[in-house]
T-cell receptor, first 115, second 117 residues
Framework: DAGVTQSPTHLIKTRGQQVTLRCSPK?????VSWYQQALGQGPQFIFQ???????QRGNFPDRFSGHQFPNYSSELNVNALLLGDSALYLC??????????????FGPGTRLTVL | AQKVTQAQTEISVVEKEDVTLDCVYE???????LFWYKQPPSGELVFLIR??????QNEISGRYSWNFQKSTSSFNFTITASQVVDSAVYFC??????????????FGKGTSLLVTP
């Protein structure tokens, strides 16, 4: 039973560039959430996708956008990268149709470095 | 305002000692869920426990136990007879089931636990 997978593992970009991160949910899960974790901090919620729509969004600018595909996989896009976007980006999956506060299972993350 | 406070930034213990990680939360919702996750150096968050606000029973799973007290808004985590493999950062998280929420996990800043032989 495959867990949550994310790609790529590491990524180095320069300021102003755009980046796309990918996530495949755990088998049987239909909901994907994205979190940003700065060094030494707890993860911060970016947004959640369910039924291919953004269901809830955290306090992140519009430069952060996402998409969910019919197979439940998801992408996180960040435009006009800033140095402060350097972080570990974590994807989590859950079963969205069973109600709120479902347990979220996390992937290994993508480490983004912006130079 | 920080909804989840983990006041202990770092804890260092010797193997076989018991250790308690504190978590204090803040919410106005009557229905909410509390979680603990473990983050080893590899970076992946590992789910440990989920507890809803109506269930104050303490839970034990092997060497792990959790004490949930609504009166003090705390959800503390104890590791009995700690082992080197317990070394990790531990996060407490809150999910509030309100009118337009209930999907996001609000994490504390984490407690880094180091268990030495």
């Amino acid at each position: 039973d495959a867990g949550v997978t994310q790609s790529p593992t590491h990524l180095i970009k320069t300021r102003g560039q755009q980046v796309t991160l990918r996530c495949s949910p755990k088998s049987g899960h239909d909901t994907v959430s994205w979190y940003q974790q700065a060094l030494g901090q707890g993860p911060q919620f970016i947004f959640q996708y369910y039924e291919e729509e953004e269901r809830q969004r955290g306090n992140f600018p519009d430069r952060f956008s996402g998409h969910q595909f019919p197979n439940y996989s998801s992408e996180l896009n960040v435009n006009a990268l800033l140095l402060g976007d350097s972080a570990l980006y974590l994807c989590a999956s859950s079963r969205g149709g069973t109600g709120r506060a479902d347990t979220q299972y996390f992937g290994p993350g993508t480490r983004l470095t912006v130079l | 305002a920080q909804k989840v406070t983990q006041a202990q930034t770092e804890i260092s213990v010797v193997e076989k000692e018991d250790v308690t990680l504190d978590c204090v939360y803040e919410t106005r919702d009557t229905t909410y869920y509390l979680f603990w996750y473990k983050q080893p150096p590899s970076g992946e968050l590992v789910f440990l426990i989920r507890r809803n606000s109506f269930d104050e029973q303490n839970e034990i799973s092997g060497r792990y136990s959790w004490n949930f007290q609504k009166s003090t808004s705390s959800f503390n985590f104890t590791i009995t007879a700690s082992q080197v493999v317990d070394s990790a950062v531990y996060f407490c998280a809150l999910s509030e089931v309100g009118s337009n929420s209930g999907y996001a996990l609000n994490f504390g800043k984490g407690t880094s636990l180091l268990v030495t032989p």
